[in-house]
C-alpha cells in the first residue's frame, strides 16, 4: 500500500492541528499537553511530538498529515517527520510579533526538503489583525529567495486548507 | 384527497441568494408544490432565463435532462417542454405551472405503461420518450455541468474557443477598461493612494468609498446592483470622482459585506468587465509572468485558477498557449489574466519569443506518472477539480 505525506509546520497556535483536522479522515491523533512555558501565553495547550492525520484515498492510498511541534526545542523531530514527504505547508499566525522572522526561522529549518520538494504558506489569524498584508509576505519570501503560494486562510475552514494543498500539488506539476 | 408529494425540482440560472430567495418563495406563496434538490434525480428544472448568456444555459441542460422546465422570465419563451412563469413570480402561477408538469410527467407514464408487453423486434428502433424520468446518474451530472458553465460564464463570459484562434476576431478579445466603472475604480484607487485620503465615486446610484490605507471599499450598494454596472459603458454616465477629508458614517449592517474588500472587490468588477478578454494594447504571444500569487481562498473563483497561476508562476507562458498547454477553455486563462491585471500582479515580457521548453505544463522536471496519479486523486478527495 502507497505511503505519502503531507508536513504541516509553523510557530504555537498558527493552526496547523486545525488544518489537519479540516483535512483528517481520522479523529487527528494529537499529543498537546498543557504548556508550561511562554508558549502559554498564546495556547494553553500545545503539541509537544506532533500532530496526525489521514487523508484515505482510492485504492488504499493513503496520505498521511504531519503536524510539527510548534516548540522549537522539538525540532530534532522535523527531519525525521519530512522524510519522503511530498511538500511542506508553513503556517504563520499574523497577530504573533514578528511574523517575518517565523518565515525565515521555518524556511531556514526546512530549507532542504523544500528544496527537494515544495511549499505553500498560509496565514492565519489575518482578521485579527490585517497587517502586515500579504504584499510585505510576499516581499519577505522573495528576499529569501523563494516562490510560493502565500493565502490567506482561516485553518478551520477545508475548502481554505484544501485550496492551500492544491496549490502545493499545482506548484509541483501544473499539468496534472 | 391525499396530497400529491412536492415535485423534485433542479435549479439553474440562479446564483446562491437566488436561490435561498426561491426556497423561501417555494415555502411560502409556492405552497410547497416542490422540493429542490441539489444532487438526487430532478423530475423537473426550474430554470431562471434573464441571465447573461441563457441562451447558452439553456441549451446545456437541455443536452443532458430533457424532462419537463419551468421558465422563469420576465420576457415570454415557448420552448419544447417547457411552461413560462412570467417575472414578477407569483404563488398562484407557479403552483398551476407546477401542477401542468404534474400532468405532462403523468402523461408520459401513461403513454409508457400503454406499450405493447411483447418485446419490440430487433428492427424497431428503441422507444424514444419525450420525458424521461429514470436517469438519476444523467440527471446530476447534468446538474453539476450547467451549475458549473453557469459559473464559469459569471466569471468568464462564453466566447468560444475558435474566436480565439480566429486572428480576423482578434478585437473581440480586447476591452478597454477607462471605458467601463473598472477604469473609474482604478482611478479613484489611484486617487485615493496619491492624496491620502478616502475616494468617492458618485453618480451610480450609491456612492463607492475608497479608503486609502484599510484596502476597504464602503457602500451601501448591493453586490447584485454593481454587477450589472460592470457591464456598461461609462460613456453616458456622468461619474464623478472626488476625495473627502473623511469617511461619512456608515452603518456597517448597511454595506454588503462581499463588497467590503477592495483586493475582492476588484477582482469581482475585472472578471464581471472583461467576460474572457483581457485589457486592450496587452500582447497575447508574449510570456506571462505573476509577481505573485492572487490570495485564491479570498477571491472569486475562476475555474482552473490554481493550475494558471501555477503555470505562469513557475514557467511564463503566453496567453495563447496556456490554454491548449492545461487542456481547458481560453476564457479562462484570459479572464484570469484580466483579473490578476486588475491587482497589478502582472508582469508581461513583451519582445520576449515564449518560451520554445514550454512545450509541457509541468516545472522543472515533470513528476513520474506514478506521482501525477496520486496527486489526481488528492485533487479529487480534496473536492477541489479546478
Aim: aromatic content about 6%.
Amino acid at each position: 500500500m502507497a505511503q505519502h505525506k503531507i508536513i504541516f509546520a509553523g510557530p504555537v497556535g498558527a493552526g496547523k492541528t486545525t488544518a489537519i483536522n479540516s483535512l483528517s479522515d481520522i479523529p487527528i491523533v494529537s499529543t498537546d499537553e498543557d504548556a508550561s512555558d511562554m508558549t502559554a501565553n498564546r495556547k494553553p495547550q500545545t503539541t509537544v511530538a506532533m500532530d496526525y492525520g489521514l487523508m484515505k484515498l482510492d485504492g488504499n492510498e493513503r496520505v498521511h498529515l504531519y503536524g510539527t511541534p510548534g516548540q522549537e526545542r522539538f525540532d530534532f523531530m522535523w527531519d525525521i517527520l519530512t522524510e519522503g514527504g511530498i511538500g511542506l505547508i508553513l503556517l504563520l499566525d499574523n497577530t504573533r510579533p514578528n511574523p517575518m522572522q517565523d518565515m525565515s526561522f521555518y524556511i531556514g529549518a526546512f530549507s532542504d526538503f523544500i528544496d527537494q520538494s515544495h511549499l505553500a504558506i498560509g496565514v492565519t489569524r489575518m482578521d485579527e489583525r490585517p497587517q502586515p498584508g500579504l504584499a510585505r509576505y510576499n516581499e519577505h519570501l522573495a528576499s529569501l529567495g523563494r516562490k510560493a503560494p502565500i493565502f490567506e486562510i482561516d485553518a478551520r475552514n477545508k475548502r481554505d486548507v484544501a485550496l492551500l494543498v492544491q496549490a502545493l500539488l499545482y506548484s509541483t506539476d501544473s499539468g496534472i | 384527497m391525499k396530497k400529491a408529494p412536492p415535485l423534485k425540482v433542479a435549479l439553474y440560472g440562479m446564483d446562491a441568494r437566488a436561490r435561498e430567495l426561491f426556497a423561501m418563495f417555494v415555502a411560502g406563496p409556492g405552497q410547497h408544490c416542490c422540493e429542490i434538490v441539489e444532487n438526487g434525480a430532478p423530475e423537473a428544472v426550474v430554470i431562471d432565463l434573464d441571465g447573461v448568456g441563457s441562451d447558452r444555459l439553456w441549451l446545456e441542460v437541455r443536452r443532458h435532462f430533457s424532462g419537463p422546465a419551468v421558465v422563469l422570465s420576465v420576457r415570454s419563451h415557448e420552448l419544447h417542454h417547457a411552461i413560462w412563469v412570467p417575472k414578477p413570480l407569483r404563488g398562484e402561477g407557479f403552483i398551476a405551472a407546477i401542477a401542468r408538469v404534474r400532468g405532462m410527467l403523468q402523461h408520459v407514464t401513461v403513454k409508457q405503461q400503454a406499450q405493447p408487453s411483447t418485446p419490440p423486434r430487433r428492427e424497431d428502433p428503441p422507444p424514444t420518450p419525450s420525458v424521461q424520468r429514470e436517469d438519476p446518474g444523467g440527471a446530476a451530472r447534468a446538474a453539476d455541468l450547467a451549475m458549473q458553465e453557469n459559473r464559469a460564464q459569471e466569471c468568464c463570459g462564453h466566447l468560444e474557443d475558435s474566436v480565439y484562434r480566429d486572428q480576423s476576431q482578434r478585437e473581440r478579445l480586447f476591452y478597454r477598461p477607462s471605458e467601463y466603472l473598472q477604469g473609474a475604480l482604478n482611478e479613484a484607487v489611484a486617487q485615493a493612494a496619491r492624496e491620502g485620503r478616502v475616494a468617492m465615486i458618485d453618480g451610480l446610484g450609491y456612492p463607492l468609498y475608497i479608503h486609502p490605507d484599510r484596502g476597504e471599499l464602503l457602500t451601501t450598494m448591493r453586490e447584485q446592483y454593481l454587477r450589472p454596472l460592470c457591464v456598461r459603458r461609462m460613456d453616458d454616465q456622468p461619474i464623478e470622482i472626488r476625495t473627502l477629508e473623511q469617511l461619512p458614517a456608515l452603518t456597517v449592517e448597511d454595506m454588503d459585506p462581499r463588497l467590503r474588500r477592495q483586493d475582492a472587490t476588484l477582482w469581482k468588477i475585472a472578471l464581471w468587465t472583461s467576460r474572457g478578454r483581457v485589457p486592450e494594447g496587452v500582447a497575447l504571444d508574449a510570456p506571462v509572468r505573476l509577481r505573485a500569487w492572487p490570495n485564491i481562498p479570498r477571491l472569486m473563483a475562476v475555474p482552473h485558477g490554481v493550475r494558471i497561476a501555477a503555470l505562469w508562476m513557475h514557467r511564463p507562458t503566453s496567453l495563447m498557449e496556456t490554454a491548449p498547454l492545461l487542456g481547458i477553455d481560453y476564457r479562462y486563462p484570459f479572464a484570469f489574466f484580466s483579473a490578476c491585471h486588475a491587482l497589478g500582479l502582472i508582469q508581461t515580457e513583451a519582445g520576449r519569443s515564449p518560451d520554445p521548453r514550454a512545450a509541457k505544463a509541468g516545472h522543472d522536471a515533470p513528476p513520474p506518472e506514478e506521482r501525477r496519479g496520486l496527486f489526481r486523486r488528492m485533487l479529487d478527495k480534496l473536492g477541489l477539480h479546478t
